[in-house]
């Protein structure tokens, strides 16, 4: 389904979405609308399902990174999900094998908002909480 050439794209554009067409053809030796071609045929396949905006949480004031854990205790995944989907302060979440049901990526300006969600997520499971304590990567 995808070549050498897709890859390379797929991988500049991980590194920078904004990137030209015409620079990623200079890169891969493609013309810029080869590339265009490329990029629309990768979305269409679902391959690339949107492009996303990094944010320093830091500069926006949301200082506080933790990774909670969710130990479901009831059948209720849907309305979980559901609350997982609603919640702001919560930007990543996968359903998980091993210890545990989910695994969430939060980031909040405050503890004390970090622990009003750790309240609400108590009405379908219990949790273990780890607080970042230095971004590497």
């Known amino acids: 389904m995808l070549d050498q050439t ?40 679902g391959v690339i399902e949107g492009y996303t905006l990094k944010i320093n949480s830091n500069k926006v004031g949301k200082e506080v990174t ?18 997982i989907r609603s919640n702001p302060l919560i930007i990543e979440a996968n359903r998980i094998s091993g210890e545990g049901c989910y695994m969430l990526k939060v980031v909040a300006a405050m503890q004390t908002e970090v622990i009003g969600m750790l309240d609400e997520i108590l009405k379908y499971g219990n949790y273990r909480i780890n607080i970042a304590i230095e971004n590497i990567k």
């Open 6 to 45: 897709d890859i390379e794209i797929l991988n500049l554009l991980t590194k920078n979405s904004r990137m030209q067409w015409q620079e990623i053809g200079e890169i891969v030796h493609l013309t810029g609308q080869a590339v265009k071609n490329r990029i629309n045929r990768m979305e269409k396949l």
């Open 66 to 83: 933790a990774f909670v854990t969710i130990f479901m205790k009831t059948t209720e995944h849907a309305a979980f999900q559901g609350y």
